[in-house]
């Protein structure tokens, strides 16, 4: 499939209409595929699950927990994800959109073709997390902590980077056109990302505090 922009995520293939999972429960061995979800979840824990082809609407999904999950060709609107303990996730051409994931863990999870749009993922632990065409619109990431995350080329349009932590970070050609990226913790490890020139000026005096660069116009 030909791409005029390497950043842009494949979007999800789903069908046309998609049947109903009346009753759906989280459990080991989970298959759902080409299936509408809703419903409540809340703190309910499970194995092996594996999405596909399938959109996950309005569901309460806070604090569960989910080993070697996989989701390909989904689309999840609305649904709140907060605390949720989704730990080496494999993630593939997946929409999230309008979604709650304040504090989640998505460590070491691996994400190819997916898009946050609108999201909230304040405060999540996103740590070595490993990813091709990502892109983050709209998104709050105040705090989250993007310590060694691997996300070349990857797009933060118009999110809020507020004390996110990008130590050790790997976002080599990344453009963060519109974001609020002067507080952020380690500036010193964006090298390689595109800005647009509204941010020079805060992101140099960013990289010039973790220089120990102090700017004084008094001499004495």
């Known amino acids: 499939m030909a791409r005029t922009d390497s950043g842009q995520p494949v979007p999800p293939r789903l069908a046309d209409s998609l049947s109903t999972a009346d009753e759906a429960v989280l459990e080991d061995d989970l298959m759902w595929s080409e299936v509408e979800v809703k419903g409540d979840f809340v703190g309910q824990s499970a194995d092996d699950v594996e ?26 609107d609305s649904c709140d994800l907060s605390g949720a303990v989704l730990r080496q996730a494999s993630l593939t051409r997946v929409a999230l959109r309008d979604c709650r994931m304040s504090g989640s863990d998505l460590s070491l999870a691996k994400l190819r073709d997916v898009a946050f749009v609108g999201c909230k993922l304040d405060d999540a632990n996103l740590r070595m997390v490993s990813g091709e065409r990502v892109r983050f ?19 933060f349009f118009d999110c809020d980077l507020t004390a996110t932590q990008l130590t050790k970070a790997d976002l080599g050609a990344a453009r963060l056109h519109g974001s609020t990226i002067d507080a952020v913790v380690g ?33 004495e």
Request: no cysteine.
């Open 51 to 76: 999405i596909v082809a399938s959109r996950l609407t309005g569901a309460h999904l806070t604090g569960v927990t989910i080993g070697r999950l996989r989701m390909v060709d989904t689309i999840v």
């Open 137 to 155: 619109d709209g998104t709050v990431l105040r705090s989250a902590d993007l310590y060694e995350a691997r996300l070349v080329s990857a797009r």
């Open 187 to 219: 500036a010193e490890h964006l090298r390689g990302v595109v800005i647009d020139s509204a941010q020079v000026l805060p992101l140099a005096l960013r990289l010039f505090a973790s220089f120990g660069i102090a700017v004084d116009d008094d001499r």
